[in-house]
């Protein structure tokens, strides 16, 4: 059997994971992002996905979500399947930068503090970096902001995180 301090934090995709599986310059300019809100580039995106895909499937995990907290009191998923199919009948596995930073889950169910039709209701997920992702029921949770397209707040983290930032700037200021 394992010992707890060996199980702790296992499927948490966290610095420590971070430092040993990717590039010093990725791991770099991504704690830049985190701990400075620096852009994300396309390239350290593309790098972040492959080894936290990697990392994932090796901890048994098959697919994954963007994963967050809407109005509605609860927490809501979207998953996909890190398989793709090939032309020739076979599977890949892929995960991409743009995959990891942006999802596109219907809104159409969650509240959005106004009537609108179900047509408009589009909702965009983008990755939080600052939160870890982590594997729950061999799924690779990855903690997302949720707003609509015109920027309204449909979740309980973004207007956590729009606080910090106004804080941080007036605080800087």
Known sequence: MSKVTDLYGSMVFNE????????????????????EGAPLDEDVANVVAHAMKEWAIEKGATHYTHWFQPLTGITSEKHDSFIDPTDDGLTIMTFSGKELIQGEPDASSFPSGGLRATFEARGYTAWDPTSYAFIKDEVLCIPTAFCSYTGEALDKKTPLLRSMKAIETQGRR
């Open 16 to 35: 420590h994971v971070m430092r040993e599986r990717l590039p010093k310059a990725t791991y770099k300019q991504l704690m830049k992002t985190i701990k």
